[in-house]
């Protein structure tokens, strides 16, 4: 097993904090985390924040705390006695240990998950786990770890909930962005169910008021307005790959889709970038699950150079892509290039000097 490289804690206002954080994807090439003034990776290798794994587990649990805190899913969230008054998310990890009896005297083995679903038994747990590729298994310690803690500040940037993270807003801007967390907090943000086919949801949703003065023979309307009918007993697929699924197997629903749909553990994935969903944590729209990365940038454009939504109506767009006015710069000396000749290899801007010492 390999494991996570020691955590550095790094906030918006202290942007010196990590320095020197070995890069995850350049194994030993990068000379360690340089922050940069404000584009969200580093100058030394310019590979992302997330693969110097700067945050640390508190920090990550402050920040889901802070996302779901104001929505539906704040009992997911809990108080932090003598904090800032923020609330932290209450992360199910689950602890299993087993019987080694392969010596003399037995001992036991004890596998640590940094997640695991709440609110089940540990069998059921367990089963889950089991339909998880193991890679993506979050043991501690391990690449699974890993990829979840890169996942979940891949999925969910600090800087798309909190202006306070944000260098490219604008006067007058904050608000623009207070009221579109607002409005994805009620509209949009979900934490998947896991429970066995047909119990999601407690298998309480056909005693809801609204369906039972529905017409006879009508099915149940979801959430986005579509009819659909509970499957028979025994008859569920998987809403994303329509295969079977057992019903002594657990599956993930969402609620904002409905209970009468249900995933099969790995197959409840990002729509657009198809990555698994961190922590079940989803967006819901147009009829399909989104991470929060590319829920945001479904809504408005983000900018290329500093990673931030944009709230302005004037900004640089070029080949699909955006940037904040002031950000629409030479990745390697800085020049802003508005009005100037430039060059665009893999989403970044260099200038023509630049662009052709590369060469």
């Given at each position: 097993?390999?494991?996570?490289?020691?955590?550095?804690?790094?906030?918006g206002?202290?942007p010196?904090?990590?320095?020197?954080?070995p890069?995850?994807?350049?194994?030993?090439?990068?000379?360690?985390?340089?922050?940069?003034?404000?584009?969200?990776?580093?100058?030394?290798?310019?590979c992302?924040?997330?693969?110097?794994?700067?945050?640390?587990?508190?920090?990550?649990?402050r920040?889901?705390?802070?996302?779901l805190?104001?929505?539906?899913?704040?009992?997911l969230?809990?108080r932090l006695?003598g904090g800032?008054g923020?609330?932290i998310?209450?992360?199910?990890r689950?602890i299993?240990?087993?019987?080694?009896?392969?010596?003399?005297?037995?001992?036991?083995?004890?596998?640590?998950y940094?997640?695991?679903?709440?609110?089940?038994?540990?069998k059921l747990?367990?089963?889950?786990m089991?339909l998880?590729?193991k890679?993506?298994?979050?043991?501690?310690?391990?690449d699974?770890?890993?990829?979840?803690?890169?996942?979940?500040a891949?999925?969910?940037?600090l800087?798309?909930?909190?202006?306070?993270?944000?260098?490219?807003?604008?006067e007058?801007e904050?608000?623009?962005?207070?009221?579109?967390?607002k409005?994805?907090?009620?509209e949009?943000?979900?934490?998947?169910?896991?429970?066995?086919?047909?119990?999601?949801g407690?298998?309480?949703?056909?005693?809801?008021?609204?369906?039972?003065s529905m017409e006879p023979?009508?099915?149940?309307e979801s959430?986005n307005?579509?009819?659909?009918?509970?499957?028979a007993?025994?008859?569920?697929?998987?809403?994303?790959?329509?295969?079977?699924?057992r019903?002594?197997?657990p599956?993930?629903?969402?609620?904002?889709a409905g209970?009468?749909r249900?995933?099969?553990?790995?197959?409840?994935?990002?729509?657009r970038?198809?990555e698994?969903l961190?922590?079940?944590?989803?967006?819901?729209k147009?009829g399909?699950a989104?991470c929060g990365?590319?829920?945001?940038?479904?809504?408005?454009?983000?900018c290329?150079?500093c990673?931030?939504?944009?709230?302005?109506e004037?900004?640089q767009?070029?080949?699909?892509?955006?940037w904040?006015?002031?950000?629409f710069a030479?990745?390697?000396?800085?020049?802003?290039l508005t009005?100037?000749?430039?060059a665009?290899a893999?989403?970044?801007l260099l200038?023509?000097?630049?662009?052709?010492s590369?060469v």
């Open positions: 097993f390999q494991l996570c490289p020691a955590l550095f804690q790094m906030s206002s202290q010196q904090v990590g320095r020197g954080v890069c995850l994807r350049c194994r030993g090439l990068c000379t360690g985390f340089e922050p940069h003034s404000w584009r969200k990776i580093c100058k030394s290798c310019k992302s924040q997330e693969e110097h794994s700067l945050s640390s587990e508190l920090d990550d649990d920040k889901i705390g802070r996302l805190s104001g929505s539906k899913y704040a009992t969230t809990a006695k800032d923020g609330r998310y209450k992360r199910n689950m299993v240990t087993n019987p080694n009896v392969s010596g003399k005297d037995p001992t036991f083995d004890t596998i640590t940094e997640w695991a679903p709440p609110g089940l038994t540990q747990a367990m089963q889950y089991e998880v590729p890679e993506l298994q979050p043991v501690a310690g391990t699974g770890a890993c990829h979840r803690r890169r996942r979940l891949r999925q969910l940037p800087h798309d909930q909190d202006p306070a993270q944000c260098r490219g807003l604008a007058g904050q608000q623009l962005m207070d009221e579109f967390v409005k994805y907090k009620a949009a943000l979900g934490v998947g169910e896991v429970a066995l086919p047909g119990q999601g407690g298998a309480k949703e056909e005693e809801k008021p609204q369906e039972k023979g009508r099915a149940p959430p307005g579509a009819l659909e009918s509970a499957p007993a025994g008859h569920y697929r998987c809403e994303a790959c329509q295969q079977p699924v019903g002594d197997c599956v993930v629903f969402a609620d904002r209970y009468a249900q995933w099969h553990p790995a197959c409840f994935v990002c729509c970038c198809a698994p961190v922590d079940l944590i989803y967006f819901w147009s399909a989104w990365r590319h829920y945001c940038e479904s809504l408005r454009p983000r290329a150079g990673d931030e939504i944009i709230f302005s004037d900004y767009q070029v080949e699909g892509l955006a904040h006015n002031k950000h030479c990745l390697e000396c800085e020049t802003l009005g100037k000749p430039f665009l893999n989403a970044s200038c023509t000097t630049c662009s052709q590369r």
